[in-house]
């Protein structure tokens, strides 16, 4: 790891905002995209986040990563010292697959960056948020 993205990655917090819908009916029930965007963007705000890029996977299911064009370009960007927190409205937008958060969760790890899902109260910056969130994997 170089000195410079280690210095850059402490000093600042730069946040990728991931947002995901994958049917109208999430659209109608308080998901949409801009509203997702736009409750993000106040946290990020209130944390004193830098946001880097707004990542929007439009009508594509959690149901894996691998095929949501949006989510891998910001696990790129996170693997490039782009950015150094995932920042979702819930776990869910981010994946539904157990199998899946643990190799997140792995990955996150490997690049010092940390995610944060607003309305489930995840937050792997801190132990007790990394400690949750393997129980939400356990436990599924």
């Known amino acids: 790891m170089s000195e410079l993205w280690s210095q850059s990655s402490e000093e600042k917090k730069i946040a990728g905002i991931y947002i995901r819908v994958s049917t109208e009916d999430q ?3 308080g998901f949409s995209l801009g509203e997702q965007e736009e409750k993000l963007r106040q946290l990020c705000k ?3 986040f830098e946001v880097f890029k707004v990542y929007k996977d439009a009508g594509i299911s959690a149901k894996d990563m691998k095929n949501r ?3 891998q370009q910001m696990i790129e960007d996170m693997k490039n010292g782009l950015i150094n927190y995932i920042v979702a409205y819930k776990l869910d937008r981010v994946t539904r ?3 899946d958060l643990e190799v997140l969760i792995s990955t996150l790890e490997k690049y010092h960056c940390y995610l944060i899902c607003d309305r489930d109260d995840v937050n792997t910056s801190t132990a ?4 949750f969130v393997r129980m939400l994997t356990v436990l599924s």
């Open 27 to 29: 659209a109608r029930e």
């Open 46 to 48: 209130y944390k004193e």
């Open 69 to 71: 064009p949006q989510f």
């Open 97 to 99: 697959s157990v199998r």
């Open 128 to 131: 007790n948020g990394r400690f």
